[in-house]
């Protein structure tokens, strides 16, 4: 049987309410429209046939409160004259809530509303297409929208602060919150603050101390120094040394080669070479070494994953310095490790324009599936003699960057 019955009435109603459609009109201050619900009955057929069914089921929906039934009157030789319903409407806002147990939920969304139009009366308006749009959303966030607001209003108060979001002081908001509501957060201060305000190319969650002239935690480049007779630190230490982007760009070392990895083993492993330094990668995240001008006369040398997305970040690794070549990067190495090929979930489709010929090819091979579906050799599962092999043939360097006495030009840069 096919027929509308009240709990079929109320997941009807219980729809609109999960897409804001009930809540919508109070945003404009409008009372909500009555809406005609879904209903399906018995037919004439159905109405002799199951005649007590029928009775059941009109019944059923008598008794389910706040509805609004419409009859139409129903002729039957046998069965005389009856009112069946026809249509079933939802009149007032308090209908459908009481009909779903939603009072307590939209008494917090009208109190919300209120707080926002009358102790905020500028933002009113720019929030208010926000709320319209999102009611559900703001629901959510009942209990910390006083915060939020608050928020908002200090930022138009201190446009681009610089300052990390630590020393953000007001009351009922610390940096804990601040973080954690970055993405609400950006979607009200988009709507509040002036444009010069905002930084555009700045965005995603991980951009918003940018976006918004928030101070934010420096990036970190981690580094070995490969040749022992360019000792950063004293001989006895490990030349393995993090330095904030800003110090690193100012470093100028006395090396020619410069070998960038992505495997945090694989770079605490690398061995020692004359005039060189290895540099731990870090991902698509190439943005970091962009304004180290001294590395665009150095030698680049990347070892990525043999994979489609290997080949995307060295194709990302050139935008910034084109003349980085790859390293244990081509088709003999992936034949040599069959045995150690892995999957790749989701391989890279989209064309790489800053490939060689050869890296092109391999690429096309792996992202068509021509060799194996998905296939992927990680960096880590190359045989070590492979690594020191490539290394010994690569072509020597002279370095003029190299006195007798050394004297690194980042002395004084604190690391």
Known sequence: MSWTRAADLRAQVQKLWDKGDLLRPCVQGEAMLPRRLRLVGPTSTELSERFDDVRAWIADLHHTPRLRLVMREVRHRVLGTNLVPDEV?????DDALIL????????RFLHLLALTRESYPALWPLLQP??????????ALSDAWPRLLAVVVWLQAHLRPGIYLRQVDMAGVDSKFMEASRGVLSE???????SEAIEPSATGASQFCRRYGFKDKPLRIRFRVLDPRVALLP???EQDISLTQAAFERLDLPVSRVFITENEVNFLAFPLVAHSLVIF?????FEALAGAQWLQQRQIYYWGDLDTHGFAILDQLRAHLPQVQSLLMDRPTLMAHTLHWGTEPQPVQRDLTRLTQEESDLFNDLRNNRLRIGVRL?????????LQQALAELPAVMNALMPDAIQPSWVGVTP
Not at 89 to 93: A, G, I, K, P, Y
Not at 100 to 107: M, N, R, S, T, V
Not at 281 to 285: D, E, V
């Open 100 to 107: 779903i147990g939603k009072q307590k939920e939209a008494a």
């Open 89 to 93: 409407w939802l009149d007032t806002l």
């Open 235 to 237: 001989h006895a230490c």
């Open 188 to 194: 009200l201060l988009d709507l509040t603050l002036p």
């Open 281 to 285: 990668g870090a991902g698509y995240g």
């Open 378 to 386: 990680e960096q880590e599962r190359i045989g070590f003699g492979c």
């Open 130 to 139: 926000w709320l319209d749009k999102r009611p559900m959303n703001a629901l």
